[in-house]
């Protein structure tokens, strides 16, 4: 959403001269700068939404939560479909409690169509290294199949399709 103008362009051309079915990857913080009808070419919204309790949040991203709430509610009040996204990384989304305020909140909005739990890989660890950078989870494992299934049931429970 850094280059809106553009991808607005692009999502145009997508839909209507190439007649294709369009999806935007986004957490959504930069949303609230453009228009309703910036999304008018967008047939689902894959939205992430890192973790649901604010402090933490802000700990896990650099970045307010508040923003992405608020654009998820308002893709909600638009009817977009969405998909959420959400990152299972063990020791920093996996709380009970919170993986349930999220469920909460998500049952409260229109148009989710699934929620994806996307369990925390180390695959893009090599490129840190290779850029030079401390990788911050080096020593964080991906999720346990128990953890996963948990976290599935969780939105199951709730209605929410995932997978």
Known sequence: ????HFIKEIFYLAKHDYHLHTALDTQGFLAAHLEDEWFDDIDLVLLDIKHIDAAKHQALTSQPLQP???????????GKKMWIRYVLLPGYTDGLEDVEKLADFIVTLNGVERVEVLPFHKMGEHKWQELGFKYQLHDVLPPSPELVKRVIHQFRKRGLFSC
């Open 68 to 78: 992405i709430l608020d654009f998820a509610r308002r893709l909600s009040a638009m």
């Open 1 to 4: 959403m850094m280059q809106a």
